[in-house]
Protein backbone atom coordinates (compact mmCIF):
# COMPACT_ATOMS: atom_id res chain seq x y z
CA UNK A 1 0.00 0.00 0.00
CA UNK A 2 1.37 3.48 -0.92
CA UNK A 3 2.42 5.48 1.82
CA UNK A 4 0.91 9.06 2.59
CA UNK A 5 2.82 11.94 1.39
CA UNK A 6 3.68 15.12 3.73
CA UNK A 7 0.61 16.40 3.30
CA UNK A 8 -1.41 13.09 4.30
CA UNK A 9 -2.62 12.22 0.81
CA UNK A 10 -2.13 9.13 -0.77
CA UNK A 11 -0.34 8.61 -3.32
CA UNK A 12 -2.03 7.24 -6.44
CA UNK A 13 -0.70 4.70 -8.67
CA UNK A 14 0.56 6.40 -12.06
CA UNK A 15 -1.60 3.35 -13.94
CA UNK A 16 -4.87 4.29 -12.05
CA UNK A 17 -5.36 7.91 -13.23
CA UNK A 18 -5.29 9.45 -16.69
CA UNK A 19 -2.28 11.34 -18.02
CA UNK A 20 -2.07 15.45 -18.85
CA UNK A 21 -2.55 14.70 -22.49
CA UNK A 22 -5.11 12.50 -21.36
CA UNK A 23 -7.22 15.01 -19.39
CA UNK A 24 -8.95 17.86 -20.56
CA UNK A 25 -7.29 19.77 -23.29
CA UNK A 26 -7.41 22.89 -21.35
CA UNK A 27 -8.20 21.82 -17.30
CA UNK A 28 -6.52 24.70 -15.05
CA UNK A 29 -6.17 23.55 -11.36
CA UNK A 30 -4.90 27.09 -8.92
CA UNK A 31 -3.50 25.95 -5.86
CA UNK A 32 -3.91 28.88 -3.72
CA UNK A 33 -4.67 29.49 0.38
CA UNK A 34 -5.60 33.16 0.25
CA UNK A 35 -9.53 32.91 -0.71
CA UNK A 36 -9.37 36.68 -2.72
CA UNK A 37 -6.82 36.26 -4.82
CA UNK A 38 -7.63 32.58 -5.27
CA UNK A 39 -10.81 34.01 -7.40
CA UNK A 40 -9.30 36.37 -8.66
CA UNK A 41 -6.75 34.35 -10.24
CA UNK A 42 -9.79 31.90 -11.37
CA UNK A 43 -11.29 34.78 -13.05
CA UNK A 44 -8.39 35.88 -15.13
CA UNK A 45 -7.51 32.43 -15.99
CA UNK A 46 -11.10 32.01 -17.59
CA UNK A 47 -10.18 35.29 -19.36
CA UNK A 48 -6.96 33.51 -20.72
CA UNK A 49 -9.11 30.80 -21.62
CA UNK A 50 -12.78 31.10 -21.86
CA UNK A 51 -13.80 27.22 -22.09
CA UNK A 52 -11.29 26.56 -19.70
CA UNK A 53 -12.34 24.01 -16.49
CA UNK A 54 -11.15 25.84 -13.97
CA UNK A 55 -10.75 24.11 -10.06
CA UNK A 56 -9.39 26.01 -7.29
CA UNK A 57 -8.01 24.53 -4.43
CA UNK A 58 -6.56 25.80 -1.10
CA UNK A 59 -4.34 23.42 -0.11
CA UNK A 60 -1.84 20.98 -0.55
CA UNK A 61 -3.99 17.69 0.65
CA UNK A 62 -6.67 18.80 -1.78
CA UNK A 63 -4.92 20.04 -4.61
CA UNK A 64 -2.97 16.48 -4.92
CA UNK A 65 -6.25 14.82 -4.29
CA UNK A 66 -7.91 16.58 -6.91
CA UNK A 67 -4.88 16.38 -9.42
CA UNK A 68 -4.37 12.86 -8.86
CA UNK A 69 -7.95 12.20 -9.49
CA UNK A 70 -7.52 14.03 -12.83
CA UNK A 71 -4.74 15.59 -14.02
CA UNK A 72 -4.62 19.31 -15.38
CA UNK A 73 -3.10 20.98 -18.42
CA UNK A 74 -2.09 23.51 -16.60
CA UNK A 75 -1.17 24.44 -12.87
CA UNK A 76 -1.44 27.63 -10.97
CA UNK A 77 0.38 27.16 -7.99
CA UNK A 78 1.08 29.78 -4.69
CA UNK A 79 4.12 29.48 -2.58
CA UNK A 80 2.13 29.68 0.91
CA UNK A 81 -0.23 26.69 1.81
CA UNK A 82 -1.20 26.00 5.70
CA UNK A 83 0.13 22.06 4.81
CA UNK A 84 3.02 22.10 3.22
CA UNK A 85 5.60 24.31 1.12
CA UNK A 86 4.07 25.25 -2.41
CA UNK A 87 7.78 24.36 -3.40
CA UNK A 88 7.61 20.99 -1.76
CA UNK A 89 4.04 20.46 -3.54
CA UNK A 90 5.23 21.48 -7.06
CA UNK A 91 7.99 18.89 -6.78
CA UNK A 92 5.33 15.83 -6.14
CA UNK A 93 3.32 16.80 -8.62
CA UNK A 94 5.82 17.18 -11.12
CA UNK A 95 7.70 13.78 -10.26
CA UNK A 96 4.03 12.51 -10.28
CA UNK A 97 2.97 14.09 -13.87
CA UNK A 98 -0.21 15.34 -12.38
CA UNK A 99 -0.18 18.89 -14.04
CA UNK A 100 1.80 19.30 -17.91
CA UNK A 101 2.51 22.76 -18.01
CA UNK A 102 3.65 24.65 -14.16
CA UNK A 103 3.91 28.36 -13.03
CA UNK A 104 4.19 30.25 -9.85
CA UNK A 105 2.23 33.12 -9.12
CA UNK A 106 3.56 34.98 -5.70
CA UNK A 107 4.50 38.24 -4.04
CA UNK A 108 7.28 36.69 -1.83
CA UNK A 109 10.77 38.06 -2.68
CA UNK A 110 12.78 37.40 0.02
CA UNK A 111 15.87 35.81 -0.90
CA UNK A 112 15.38 32.28 0.12
CA UNK A 113 12.32 32.39 -2.62
CA UNK A 114 14.43 33.95 -5.05
CA UNK A 115 16.95 31.23 -5.27
CA UNK A 116 14.19 28.36 -4.57
CA UNK A 117 11.75 29.74 -7.82
CA UNK A 118 15.39 29.77 -9.75
CA UNK A 119 15.79 26.02 -9.81
CA UNK A 120 11.89 25.21 -9.56
CA UNK A 121 10.85 22.73 -11.83
CA UNK A 122 8.11 25.29 -13.64
CA UNK A 123 7.65 27.08 -16.50
CA UNK A 124 6.38 30.42 -15.33
CA UNK A 125 7.37 32.60 -12.33
CA UNK A 126 4.77 35.38 -12.10
CA UNK A 127 5.69 38.47 -9.37
CA UNK A 128 2.46 40.04 -8.22
CA UNK A 129 3.91 42.62 -6.66
CA UNK A 130 5.32 44.55 -9.76
CA UNK A 131 3.10 43.38 -12.69
CA UNK A 132 -0.25 44.06 -13.61
CA UNK A 133 -3.40 41.76 -13.90
CA UNK A 134 -3.11 42.22 -18.06
CA UNK A 135 0.29 40.91 -18.15
CA UNK A 136 -0.82 37.88 -15.69
CA UNK A 137 -4.11 36.73 -17.87
CA UNK A 138 -0.67 36.93 -20.65
CA UNK A 139 1.66 34.91 -19.02
CA UNK A 140 -1.03 32.20 -18.05
CA UNK A 141 -2.00 32.22 -22.22
CA UNK A 142 1.78 31.95 -22.82
CA UNK A 143 2.36 29.57 -20.18
CA UNK A 144 -0.68 27.39 -21.11
CA UNK A 145 0.40 27.62 -25.23
CA UNK A 146 3.83 26.18 -24.22
CA UNK A 147 6.15 29.06 -23.51
CA UNK A 148 7.63 30.21 -20.46
CA UNK A 149 7.27 33.27 -18.60
CA UNK A 150 9.40 34.55 -16.08
CA UNK A 151 9.22 37.48 -14.16
CA UNK A 152 12.53 39.32 -14.31
CA UNK A 153 12.22 40.45 -10.57
CA UNK A 154 12.05 36.84 -9.90
CA UNK A 155 13.11 34.57 -12.70
CA UNK A 156 15.86 33.81 -15.24
CA UNK A 157 14.31 35.06 -18.24
CA UNK A 158 12.36 38.77 -18.99
CA UNK A 159 8.67 39.06 -18.60
CA UNK A 160 7.03 38.91 -21.97
CA UNK A 161 4.94 42.57 -22.85
CA UNK A 162 1.67 42.38 -22.45
CA UNK A 163 -0.66 43.94 -25.27
CA UNK A 164 -2.10 46.55 -24.32
CA UNK A 165 -4.95 48.00 -26.18
CA UNK A 166 -6.11 51.01 -24.66
CA UNK A 167 -2.70 52.99 -23.31
CA UNK A 168 -5.00 55.78 -22.23
CA UNK A 169 -7.01 53.68 -19.55
CA UNK A 170 -4.38 54.19 -16.50
CA UNK A 171 -6.22 52.04 -14.05
CA UNK A 172 -3.88 49.11 -16.64
CA UNK A 173 -0.69 50.34 -14.69
CA UNK A 174 -2.17 49.19 -11.55
CA UNK A 175 -0.30 45.89 -10.11
CA UNK A 176 -1.94 42.41 -9.57
CA UNK A 177 -1.88 43.51 -5.82
CA UNK A 178 -3.42 47.14 -6.55
CA UNK A 179 -6.03 46.01 -8.32
CA UNK A 180 -6.80 44.12 -5.48
CA UNK A 181 -7.09 46.29 -2.74
CA UNK A 182 -8.55 48.86 -5.72
CA UNK A 183 -11.42 46.27 -5.94
CA UNK A 184 -12.26 46.27 -2.51
CA UNK A 185 -11.91 50.24 -1.71
CA UNK A 186 -14.84 50.30 -4.04
CA UNK A 187 -16.51 48.46 -1.52
CA UNK A 188 -16.10 51.54 1.27
CA UNK A 189 -13.81 49.27 3.40
CA UNK A 190 -11.27 51.36 5.72
CA UNK A 191 -7.97 50.73 6.05
CA UNK A 192 -7.95 47.75 8.81
CA UNK A 193 -10.68 45.99 7.91
CA UNK A 194 -9.25 45.97 4.52
CA UNK A 195 -6.34 44.82 5.49
CA UNK A 196 -7.60 42.42 7.39
CA UNK A 197 -9.33 41.21 4.77
CA UNK A 198 -5.90 40.73 2.10
CA UNK A 199 -3.92 39.58 5.21
CA UNK A 200 -1.51 42.37 4.61
CA UNK A 201 -0.68 45.36 7.36
CA UNK A 202 -2.77 48.18 7.41
CA UNK A 203 0.47 50.70 6.54
CA UNK A 204 0.90 48.43 3.62
CA UNK A 205 -2.97 49.27 2.34
CA UNK A 206 -2.43 52.97 2.73
CA UNK A 207 0.74 52.59 0.76
CA UNK A 208 -0.98 50.79 -2.07
CA UNK A 209 -3.70 53.24 -1.49
CA UNK A 210 -1.63 55.89 -2.27
CA UNK A 211 0.17 54.30 -5.33
CA UNK A 212 -3.37 53.60 -6.55
CA UNK A 213 -4.71 57.23 -6.26
CA UNK A 214 -1.61 58.37 -7.82
CA UNK A 215 -1.57 56.06 -11.01
CA UNK A 216 -5.23 57.15 -11.50
CA UNK A 217 -4.46 60.30 -11.15
CA UNK A 218 -7.10 61.09 -8.86
CA UNK A 219 -6.75 63.08 -6.04
CA UNK A 220 -9.48 61.24 -3.57
CA UNK A 221 -11.60 57.70 -2.85
CA UNK A 222 -14.67 59.97 -3.63
CA UNK A 223 -13.59 60.94 -7.07
CA UNK A 224 -13.59 56.78 -7.66
CA UNK A 225 -17.13 56.15 -9.00
CA UNK A 226 -16.52 59.12 -11.39
CA UNK A 227 -13.15 57.54 -12.85
CA UNK A 228 -14.66 54.65 -13.13
CA UNK A 229 -17.90 55.91 -14.87
CA UNK A 230 -15.46 57.48 -17.13
CA UNK A 231 -13.20 54.72 -18.38
CA UNK A 232 -16.51 52.71 -18.52
CA UNK A 233 -14.41 49.46 -16.60
CA UNK A 234 -16.39 47.27 -14.95
CA UNK A 235 -14.32 46.58 -11.64
CA UNK A 236 -17.81 44.96 -9.63
Not at 130 to 157: C, K, N
Request: charge should be positive; charged fraction near 25%; aromatic fraction near 4%.
Amino acid sequence: MPSPDSTGASPARSQDRPSPSAASARRIVIVKWDMLTADVLGRLAREAYPSADVTICRTGADALDTLRRRPAALGIFGLTLPDIDGLDLLALVADEHLAARRMIVTGRRDEYSRQALRVARVQGVFDTSVEDSESLVAAIRRVGEGGDYFSATLGSASPVPASRPDKDRKVETLTFIEQQVFTIMLEGLEDEPLAKRLGMTAQAVCSHRASILKKLHVQSIEQLPAFIRRTNKPWK
